[in-house]
């Protein structure tokens, strides 16, 4: 994913006031407003100046990108290390606000989340704030559930809208089956009320790690299942692993690649659990051998009439 420049997207310097983020975002906004710009390109840049304006224009969000873009650099591949969490910040709010509904880039949510689009910020009168934050777990967590020790960092705003980043651990149980996207809520955990009033809530905006064999959709999940070509031409009984253990499967005689297995009940956790389906996936051994060699010599001899693009003929 490429880092995004929201100073540069707006044409402001990096110290730029409020203000002046403002005036930028206005200026631009008139010029690419895909109701009347007669820019080619204008709904796509109305869309990068509203997500630009989205991050600077809030203190906190522009605290978090910030320190993202000085500790893993400002330009090009946006690469964070294996075990990045979104940065593990905290933000006020819990959704919903200008921003709700609008698509932002795949950058702006590994940041920020989706619950982070708009601007709310807490709860009116004396009792604490709500907050939410993103987190990312890895798909047997989802699968099994987990205790997780937490770092998060909140951007606290002083009174001339300067943020600085406080430190926090929290111990949280992350319940079997839960999905991309799904909201925990941490009872008291949020902002602190006043006086004797209770504390907000803190929302932990659930995120997968991708996986390097395993796709989620909801709460099926679907993997490549390898099979040599005599596995799949004349059936077979494998071991296929899944996020929650090896599981025996049956190949049935004259599969080809492509075909879906499914097992059910065997996706995350749920009433009711979803399904993984296994995609057949036929992969031949190299002829990297005289004996190897002979034997494809031999099986192009014993089907002389097989045409493997005869299904490409128009």
């Known amino acids: 994913m490429e880092f995004r420049d929201y100073y540069a997207t707006l044409g402001v310097e990096r110290k730029a006031t409020p203000e002046e983020i403002k005036r930028a975002y206005r200026k631009l906004a008139r010029k690419f407003h895909p109701d009347v710009s007669k820019e080619p390109d204008a709904e796509a840049r109305f869309k990068e100046v509203a997500e630009a304006h989205e991050v600077l224009s809030d203190p906190e969000k522009r605290a978090a990108y910030d320190d993202v873009g000085q500790r893993y650099g400002q330009r ?17 709010g819990r959704d919903g606000g200008p921003g709700a509904g609008m698509e932002f880039s795949d950058f702006f949510e ?63 149980k992350i319940p079997p089956g839960v999905r991309e996207g799904q909201l925990l809520r941490l009872a008291g955990q949020g902002g602190a009320g006043e006086g004797n009033a209770p504390a907000g809530d803190l929302y932990l905006e659930i995120a997968l790690r991708p996986h390097p064999h395993f796709r989620v959709d909801g709460r099926d999940v679907t993997m490549d299942l390898p099979l040599a070509p005599w596995e799949a031409a004349l059936g077979a009984h494998v071991s296929a692993p899944t996020p ?29 659990p979803g399904d993984l389906y296994a995609v057949l996936v036929i992969t031949a051994p190299a002829a990297d051998s005289a004996a190897a060699a002979d034997a494809y010599a031999a099986l192009a001899r014993a089907f002389p009439r097989f045409d493997a693009r005869s299904e490409l003929e128009a």
Request: glycine letters at 18%; aromatic letters at 6%.
């Open 244 to 272: 929650d253990g090896s599981v025996e499967l049956t190949i049935p005689a004259g599969s080809r690649s492509g075909r879906k297995l499914r097992l059910k009940g065997k996706g995350l956790p749920g009433d009711p």
């Open 110 to 172: 590994s940041l920020f989340g989706r619950a982070s689009r708009g601007g709310a910020h807490g709860m009116a009168g004396m009792a604490g704030g709500d907050h939410h934050a993103r987190i990312v777990i890895d798909l047997q967590d989802a699968y099994r559930g987990a205790r997780k020790t937490l770092t998060l960092r909140l951007p606290v705003v002083d009174t001339r809208g300067h943020a600085t980043l406080r430190e926090r651990q929290l111990d949280v």
């Open 76 to 92: 090009g591949e946006f690469r964070p290390p294996p075990d990045w969490d979104g940065g593990g910040f905290e933000f006020s």
